[in-house]
Nanobody, 122 residues
Framework: VQLQASGGGLVQAGGSLRLTCAASGRTFSSYSMGWFRQAPGKEREFNAGISRSGGFTYYADSVKGRFTISRDNAKNTVYLQMNNLKPEDTAVYYC????????????????WGQGTQVTVSS
């Protein structure tokens, strides 16, 4: 599966963005999906994961209550709604596809999108 992330941009603190990850191929519903981010000089960090059906979601403590992951299997798309953004949310955001559990370990993910930059100004 090929993944294309979009929706990043520059936003002021307290603002919102919605990231979109579009997948190619007919097997999108076979994959659990996750969103990660990577700031300069830091490791890739798990933000949120969602099961194949969308029935289960998982969040890192740093984004819980502010970010919401969802998916539309009919559109081969996964979303990350980000509210109340903070300067520390500034990073390149990546979507990933996993054949297993959409958990916090990046090694679980087989495919990655190219990343979309999110910059939050104070």
């Amino acid at each position: 599966v090929q993944l294309q992330a979009s929706g990043g941009g520059l936003v002021q603190a307290g603002g919102s963005l919605r990231l979109t990850c579009a997948a190619s191929g007919r097997t999108f519903s076979s994959y659990s999906m996750g969103w990660f981010r990577q700031a300069p000089g830091k490791e890739r960090e798990f933000n949120a994961g969602i099961s194949r059906s969308g029935g289960f979601t998982y969040y890192a403590d740093s984004v819980k209550g502010r970010f919401t992951i969802s998916r539309d299997n009919a559109k081969n798309t996964v979303y990350l709604q980000m509210n109340n953004l903070k300067p520390e949310d500034t990073a390149v955001y990546y979507c990933g596809a996993s054949l297993n559990y959409a958990g916090p370990t990046s090694d679980e993910y087989r495919y990655w999108g190219q990343g979309t930059q999110v910059t939050v100004s104070s």
